[in-house]
T-cell receptor
């Protein structure tokens, strides 16, 4: 298996632009997570999907952030409009089953820079 | 508020020695704890999970302990190698919202040849 796939790997955009990050989880995994990692705040959970349904979006910082999972093999995280403080590395992770006891498989991340 | 602390300073050790990393937490009652390894430019990789009723877990050269009285987990790498150099993250989870992992900021380990 190729593992969790994220695209793009790097994104540089100007403030105010829309940014869409993409994730393909590992086949057969029914839990999907979006995280954001910064030096100041570390790794933070943004949103959790189970069987394509958003279960917990309490970590989404503002209404500018939205996430979708139209099917079991694809998810997007959108920021509109983007701001410089959104600059971070965004990770997608997937796992088998519901709950946290199992290991999460992380993608390589998307490094977002908003100027 | 919940707080998880890992040494922010890098741990620098000689090859062959045992590396010991610390994860302390406050205002939190985790049901389990996970340790991940993260290399520069990559996502975290799962290493070990230990439940609250387990005192110790081992996997090859890795050992994790979990002391709920001290609110502390120790992560040991025995016979360390330069290839073990990376950042190590601890993450706590609770049974009532078991999908939600709270990550520490990580400790960077440097193993000198």
């Amino acid at each position: 298996d190729a593992g969790v796939i994220q695209s793009p790997r790097h994104e540089v955009t100007e403030m105010g632009q829309e940014v869409t990050l993409r994730c393909k989880p590992i086949s057969g995994h029914n839990s999907l997570f979006w995280y954001r990692q910064t030096m100041m705040r570390g790794l933070e959970l943004l949103i959790y999907f189970n069987n394509n349904v958003p279960i917990d979006d309490s970590g989404m910082p503002e209404d500018r952030f939205s996430a979708k999972m139209p099917n079991a093999s694809f998810s997007t995280l959108k920021i509109q409009p983007s701001e410089p403080r959104d600059s971070a590395v965004y990770f997608c992770a997937s796992k088998v089953g519901t709950g946290g006891l199992g290991e999460q498989y992380f993608g390589p991340g998307t490094r977002l820079t908003v100027t | 508020s919940q707080k998880i602390e890992q040494n922010s300073e890098a741990l620098n050790i000689q090859e062959g020695k045992t590396a010991t990393l610390t994860c302390n937490y406050t205002n939190y009652s985790p049901a389990y704890l996970q340790w991940y390894r993260q290399d520069p430019g990559r996502g975290p990789v799962f290493l070990l999970l230990i439940r609250e009723n387990e005192k110790e877990k081992r996997k090859e050269r890795l050992k994790v302990t979990f002391d709920t009285t001290l609110k502390q987990s120790l992560f040991h790498i025995t016979a360390s190698q330069p290839a073990d150099s990376a950042t190590y993250l601890c993450a706590l989870g609770r049974m009532d919202s078991s999908y939600k992992l709270i990550f520490g900021s990580g400790t960077r380990l440097l193993v000198r040849p």
